[in-house]
């Protein structure tokens, strides 16, 4: 079994990617700030961006549960949520964290091409408040991308679910280190 305390790591760090007015709190205003910003990107698409993010929001913070966007909820209670599921069952946490990236993604793949872009992939980073140049070139490094500064819809999703809940060590201190460059950890 992965390292427990590495897992409750990772999971504080994608609280503060998703609380996206850095207020301590993941609310509908979050969710809803974050469909903004992926509306201001590509307005043609916005209801298809909508219903991709909302199942994305959705999976993401209330695990297979009915969405209850009357609650705020802490960076703890996130984490407890997180350990909880995942302790009873890897499998399910791993099939709605894909779920989730997998509809962030199609969301984030604005031309619809599936190739991402360095361009394309800070587009997706600024949605979420996260349009720093050192963390996102990091970012896409990480994910490996070929000779043409490019990376597949896959190398983005295999990348996003190692790092909410893989294993590869190396490639979560890689980020951190980033993170850390910034000020954000």
Not at 105 to 110: I, N, P, V, W
Request: proline share 2%.
């Amino acid at each position: 079994m992965a390292d427990i305390q590495m897992m409750e790591e990772k999971w504080r760090i994608v609280f503060k990617l998703i609380d996206i007015d850095k207020n301590g709190l993941v609310t509908v205003k979050d969710r809803d700030d974050c469909k903004n910003n992926f509306s201001n990107l590509s307005p043609q698409d916005c209801v298809q961006l909508s219903a991709h993010l909302d199942q994305f929001w959705d999976n993401l913070i209330f695990h297979g549960e009915s969405p209850n966007w009357s609650q705020e909820i802490n960076e703890d209670e996130f984490v407890s949520r997180f350990k909880d599921v995942y302790l009873k069952d890897k499998a399910i946490v791993q099939q709605r964290v894909g779920d989730a990236l997998n509809n962030l993604l199609h969301a984030a793949d604005l031309n619809k091409d599936g190739v991402f872009t360095f361009e394309k992939f800070f587009k997706f980073h600024e949605a979420f408040n996260l349009g720093h140049d050192v963390v996102v070139r990091t970012t896409f490094d990480l994910v490996g991308p070929s000779s043409d500064d490019t990376c597949t819809f896959g190398m983005v999703y295999d990348f996003y679910v190692e790092l909410f809940i893989g294993e590869d060590k190396e490639k979560f201190e890689s980020l951190k280190n980033a993170y850390r460059a910034i000020g954000m950890l």
